[in-house]
């Protein structure tokens, strides 16, 4: 059983920062690929950030340069560093798990950037 677990987010004023967790448990960690998406009100969830199992990253356009994905193995934890925000990072981000058994979710946690 995979249990994924957000924390970090919550309001922060224009040109802060944050960081995310995720812990997962249950999970195949080490030979899974990380993964953080976002979800603005009314769209569809969105790729921020991948990190696979031997640290290869990819990023957003949007969050290039700003945002840095890493893990820790040892911890089963994913973390997403989100530098220069601005309010239209303000969404939903959800944690995500990717390996030979399939996919899961974290229940997402709330980033909001006021101006």
């Known amino acids: 059983q995979v249990q994924l677990v957000e924390s970090g987010g919550g309001l922060v004023q224009a040109g802060g920062s944050l960081r995310l967790s995720c812990v997962a448990s249950?999970?195949?960690?080490?030979?899974?690929?990380m993964s953080w998406y976002r979800q603005f009100p009314g769209e569809q969830r969105e790729l921020v950030a991948l990190?696979?199992?031997?640290?290869?990253?990819t990023y957003a356009n949007s969050v290039k340069g700003r945002f840095t994905i890493s893990r820790d193995n040892a911890k089963n934890t994913v973390y997403l560093q989100m530098n220069s925000l601005k309010p239209e990072d303000t969404a939903v981000y959800y944690c995500?798990?990717?390996?030979?058994?399939?996919?899961?979710w974290g229940q997402g946690t709330q980033v909001t950037v006021s101006s």
């Open positions: 249950g999970s195949f960690f080490s030979l899974s690929i």
């Open positions: 990190i696979t199992r031997t640290g290869n990253t």
């Open positions: 995500r798990l990717q390996n030979f058994r399939g996919t899961d």
